[in-house]
């Protein structure tokens, strides 16, 4: 019944519907809509109800922006939507319900799984609406969104009733409410579910298989969401190829990851829907699995040559799976090529093709090196190959002009072992952050021998944050005492990242080293710590700088 509606008149035109049997009702039991149509009597629409919260009738639009901002970056939950389905529900406008509708076919797996839980809390705030939907769906008057949105209520009955329904509606906007309800925390739910599923699985459509693939396979960590995702899983392993054709190429990536995936391990694909997925696919997983695999079944061809295009391969794992293949098959040219590439993987399988076939690749990187402005893979590769007779070559490399030269230079130093503070203590005001990390993961072993008030005077916060940040981390491993009057100095800092960090730093102190820290400052040091404590006790607050005092062995101010 809907508000303010004569009771004679919803009794009319309930019993005319259910005369014309827009849903076959007999076929999911007359006990439960015995059951059901009891239920819908004990909550009825009396008028002591409290008020429906529901907004007025919405656009289309509106429910496309909700829809929308569930899915976006930051995105809010789902109970906009939720409430706006609902009153669509409500209002019964034929075009809303067919944009309500078309729009929960098109929806992602993350917008059905956060509106299953938004639309149960909508409904306790409707409960005029709730009682008589209720009473629509014992008549069989729900329409298709309806039954989608009845399947999420928080009665178990009305939600098993909803599962009747729709199993018995050819739509594929009942897949996935059904797939949620396999996986619902009421057996009998649950078993009706799995039940409608189990029959359409057996002679599935393309559109309803993935339509329950995308949340199926959302489900399946979930402590009853593994039954439908192995039962789909094997469908793609044994079933009609056409239905693993069509889930090859769907937009949802978990469906087109487990497709590939299971299609490999039963040899469904052939090497050229294989190549083009490792070209085409923009999931990483699939292009080096499939890159894996293309490999083996063109070695196994004895056509390894058809993997070449895969050189040009903007997966740095699937150019190091072609070049390996290419080299095993006699063709190092694409090693010899590879030994510049930029990525450290493919170099590393270039070296080792060129070593199997019994060439040094040091040598290449030393004639390459002494270029006027060498790549900076060519410094970095001969790092990874040379000696420690090659670090003066390489050293010539720290004024490189592009930043990423310099900082190769400075990480193949260290490689080679002759990376030392008398070399790189300057470059710590390198302009170029990515520079300046690495000259402090090499200075990190001298820290209690660099020039301690030069660290400090990069610790200004005139200088830039790469630059400070840089000062903090060799500061801090300098010595414990040092690292925590720095952290003292640096929690009320004008920058937020260096006061986080100074603020997280105390608190892991006090939680993992305080208790096992057995030393206490002395002198000078210690005299330093409390004055800084003084400082800042109206940052850190009272009870932890107390908690500090008694971890220094320090008197209470």
């Not at 900076?376 to 490399?397: M, N």
Request: proline letters at 5%; aromatic letters at 4%.
């Amino acid at each position: 019944m809907r508000d303010g509606e004569d009771p004679q008149v919803s009794a009319a035109r309930a019993a005319g519907a259910l005369n014309k049997g827009r849903v076959v009702i007999d076929s999911i039991g007359r006990k439960l809509l015995r059951r059901l149509r009891a239920r819908a009597d004990d909550l009825g629409v009396p008028a002591p109800l409290s008020r429906d919260h529901l907004p007025v009738q919405p656009t289309a639009r509106q429910l496309r922006d909700a829809a929308a901002a569930i899915t976006s970056p930051g995105g809010r939950n789902a109970d906009e939507l939720a409430g706006l389905l609902l009153a669509v529900d409500r209002d019964g406008d034929p075009e809303l319900l067919a944009s309500a509708e078309q729009l929960l076919r098109q929806a992602s797996p993350r917008v059905w799984l956060m509106l299953d839980a938004a639309t149960r809390r909508a409904w306790w705030e409707a409960p005029r609406w709730s009682a008589a939907a209720v009473q629509r769906l014992s008549s069989g008057e729900s329409s298709p969104l309806g039954l989608a949105v009845a399947a999420f209520h928080p009665d178990g009955h009305v939600r098993e009733a909803a599962v009747g329904y729709l199993a018995e509606l050819h739509d594929t906007l009942a897949m996935p409410a059904l797939t949620l309800r396999a996986a619902d925390w009421v057996p009998q739910v649950r078993d009706r579910a799995r039940s409608a599923l189990e029959h359409r699985l057996a002679e599935p459509s393309a559109a309803e298989l993935v339509a329950a693939a995308a949340v199926a396979f959302t489900l399946r960590e979930r402590r009853e969401g593994r039954w439908l995702a192995d039962r789909i899983e094997g469908v793609f392993r044994d079933g009609p190829v056409e239905l693993l054709t069509t889930a090859l190429a769907v937009s949802d990536w978990r469906t087109r990851r487990i497709a590939h995936l299971a299609a490999l391990a039963a040899g469904r694909l052939d090497l050229a829907r294989m190549l083009h997925a490792v070209r085409h696919d923009a999931d990483l997983l699939i292009r080096i699995r499939c890159a894996e695999a293309a490999v083996r079944t063109a070695a196994a061809a004895g056509s390894v040559d058809r993997v070449r295009p895969l050189l040009s391969s903007g997966t740095a794992m699937v150019r190091a799976e072609a070049i390996d293949a290419l080299a095993r098959g006699g063709d190092i040219a694409p090693a010899i090529a590879s030994l510049v590439d930029g990525n450290p993987i493919v170099r590393a399988v270039a070296q080792a093709a060129l070593r199997r076939a019994g060439s040094d690749p040091v040598e290449r990187y030393r004639r390459l090196v002494m270029h006027s402005l060498p790549a900076p893979a060519v410094i970095a590769g001969l790092g990874e190959t040379g000696t420690a007779e090659d670090a003066e070559v390489i050293r010539a490399s720290l004024d490189h002009a592009q930043a990423r030269g310099r900082a190769e230079a400075v990480r193949a130093l260290r490689r080679l072992g002759a990376a030392g503070p008398d070399t790189l203590f300057a470059m710590l005001t390198d302009p170029s952050g990515a520079v300046t990390r690495q000259v402090t993961i090499t200075l990190r072993p001298w820290a209690s021998r660099l020039d301690l008030t030069r660290l400090r005077e990069l610790l200004n916060e005139r200088n830039p944050q790469h630059v400070r940040v840089a000062a903090y981390r060799l500061l801090r491993e300098r010595d414990m005492w040092t690292r925590l009057l720095v952290d003292l100095e640096l929690v009320a800092d004008p920058s937020p990242s260096m006061r986080s960090r100074a603020r997280n730093d105390i608190a892991a102190w006090l939680t993992r080293e305080a208790a096992t820290t057995y030393s206490m400052p002395h002198g000078r040091t210690a005299d330093a710590l409390a004055r800084q404590l003084c400082d800042v006790e109206d940052v850190l607050g009272p009870d932890r700088v107390r908690l500090l005092r008694f971890h220094l062995g320090l008197k209470p101010a």
